[in-house]
């Protein structure tokens, strides 16, 4: 993919990169969470698959590693794991289903990356903290899927980041909308 | 030694001491748990520093523990740990999602005397029935979250299966017992289990599994299974009475209808060297298809080809290895079909052939 393109496609995803990045491997006070430089990843993953990206879930791990599972625009029906580990990109790793998505459901249940505010994480991540009344609590992972079932199409038909928190007396789970607004509160 | 090195020393040392003066500080559990149960409690009492309920009460002379709850923020759980003649360590959190009951006594109610009243008891009766000595007894509730109370599990060294347990109420009154027998709890009247009268059963004598040696001979079922059909068949000494063949490189797992008994089932497992096993006997399940089929209502000559041929009926899985092959009655007891599931990198695929070898369908998974 020539250069201009990737850039392109990295201004269009905008400054929210940026901020993520930005955040990469901060270990603020009573954030312990050291996130991962999306950035790098995506500039990474785009100058090897090219655009579009659809998403059919990203992963980020308590250790800051990241797994995103893409459809692949070669081959529609296929879904491939990207995986990023502090600044090494491994991939295309094939996705074995149990039972395999058709295309239709494929095509309904990825997301575009471009759709996604990372920017939002961080604050996404103060605010589960906030809900679930433990400041302190750390990341057990920060997933985003679709909520229909894998493909099956059902009533949380819309991305939902799911940021999953736990501290030594609780565990819990807050899930939020593209937008950042919190969908659902999970305290034990 | 560098001034440095010499200042890290330092403050390793005094770390170390603080950790001493710590211990020291602690409560020490008694030597002797069961023979001196206030000491203990005061231990704990003194370890924990606030207001609690119980939870659960471990007790035995090697090791005690409980489950507390803070009274005043029901939502905190903390587990305490004593070693006899050792200071008790600083309670441990416990996560609330992982406390699945909460039936539970104040601190102050905790009676030691009884869980040491109790464990005596229990270890009479274990001796006098032929159980093992038990460790220690619990104060809790079941499983179901019922029956709170002082709790001993008797087992034995002569019968894996036996099971009896002695229940008393949480100030060492009351004691029921009931033992395991057929799969459900059955009473057992104390005073008999006291007096020595409710003996361990002895177990049940088990079947050496009959076993055939195999021929030497390396086999890949999948390449056919005719000849090992016919070895079973000498085996079981009747023709085979199928109700389910299990199909893969390294075992053959074949499912027959005894002929003395068509309400019974046996699983025959016939291994990659030929060696014939008679794994496991069940009786048949009601509503089940319990129709017997014959080596000649499926395909059996055509199953090696039917077997290589599947993968190419899944043009999409052109990669795709047979995983296990299956023969039984298709849909609500119809006639014998045969289903291959196939596998590769990216899942899984199924196709089946009907009793005649003809395709009905083939598809990813």
Redesign the interface.
């Known amino acids: 993919m020539a250069k201009t393109a990737v850039a392109k496609i990295l201004l269009a995803l905008g400054a929210s990169l940026m901020l993520a990045g930005a955040v990469a491997g901060a270990e603020a006070p009573g954030t312990d969470y050291g996130w991962p430089n999306l950035t790098d990843f995506l500039k990474q993953l785009i100058a090897k698959v090219g655009a579009p990206v659809k998403v059919y879930k990203l992963a980020m791990d308590r250790d800051g590693k990241v797994d995103l599972w893409i459809q692949d625009q070669a081959h529609p029906?296929?879904v491939d794991s990207w995986e990023y580990d502090h600044g090494a990109i491994e991939g295309p790793i094939?996705?074995?289903?149990?039972?395999?998505p058709s295309i239709a459901a494929l095509d309904h249940h990825v997301i575009e990356l471009t759709t996604i505010d990372f920017p939002r994480l961080p604050a996404m991540l103060a605010t589960a903290r906030t809900k679930l009344g433990q400041p302190d609590a750390r990341v057990v992972f920060i997933e985003l899927e679709r909520g229909d079932s894998s493909g099956f199409i059902s009533v949380t038909d819309t991305p939902i980041w799911t940021i999953a928190l736990?501290s030594?007396?609780?565990?819990g789970r807050v899930e939020f909308d593209l937008q950042g607004r919190v969908l659902d509160v999970d305290k034990? | 030694m560098s001034t440095r090195t010499e200042l890290h020393y330092a403050f390793a040392l005094a770390a170390l001491c603080a950790l001493d003066v710590a211990a020291a500080d602690a409560p020490v559990a008694p030597a002797h748990p069961l023979d001196a149960p206030a000491a203990l409690k005061a231990a704990f009492a003194e370890r924990i520093g606030h207001p609690v309920n119980v939870l659960s009460f471990g007790f035995g002379e090697h090791y005690a523990q409980a489950l507390v709850q803070n009274a005043a923020a029901p939502d905190e759980f903390d587990e305490y740990e004593a070693v006899p003649g050792r200071p008790l360590e600083p309670g441990r959190p416990k996560k609330a999602g992982e406390v699945d009951c909460r039936k539970k006594i104040a601190f102050a109610a905790l009676d030691l005397d009884a869980g040491a009243r109790a464990l005596a008891q229990a270890r009479a009766a274990a001796a006098a029935n032929g159980y093992k000595t038990p460790d220690n007894v619990t104060l809790g509730a079941d499983v179901f979250c019922n029956d709170f109370g002082w709790r001993a599990i008797l087992t034995s060294d002569a019968n894996d299966d036996a099971m009896l347990q002695i229940v008393w109420a949480p100030d060492g009154t009351s004691p029921k017992a009931q033992e395991l027998h057929d799969g459900g709890w059955r009473k057992v009247d104390v005073a008999k289990l006291l007096a020595g009268s409710a003996k361990v059963a002895p177990a049940a004598p088990k079947a050496e599994p009959k076993t055939v040696a195999g021929d030497g001979r390396k086999r890949d079922f999948r390449r056919g299974i005719d000849a090992d059909l016919a070895r079973l068949e000498a085996e079981v000494g009747a023709p085979l009475g199928f109700k389910h063949i299990g199909i893969d490189r390294t075992q053959l797992s074949v499912d027959v209808f005894q002929s003395a008994n068509r309400k019974r089932v046996s699983t025959w497992l016939v291994g990659d060297d030929g060696a014939i096993k008679l794994w496991r006997e069940d009786d048949t399940i009601p509503f089940d298809c319990n129709k017997p089929f014959a080596a000649g209502d499926f395909p059996l000559a055509q199953l090696p080809d039917l077997v290589a041929d599947a993968p190419s009926r899944i043009p999409p899985m052109p990669q795709a290895q047979v995983k296990d092959v299956a023969v039984y009655r298709s849909g609500l007891c119809g006639r014998p079909h045969v289903y291959i599931k196939l596998e590769d990198e990216r899942g899984y695929g199924n196709v089946e052939y009907d009793e005649r070898g003809r395709l009905v369908s083939a598809q990813i998974q």
Request: aromatic share 14%; net charge negative; proline share 13%.
């Open positions: 029906d296929l094939p996705v074995k289903f149990d039972h395999y736990d030594p007396r609780h565990d034990d």
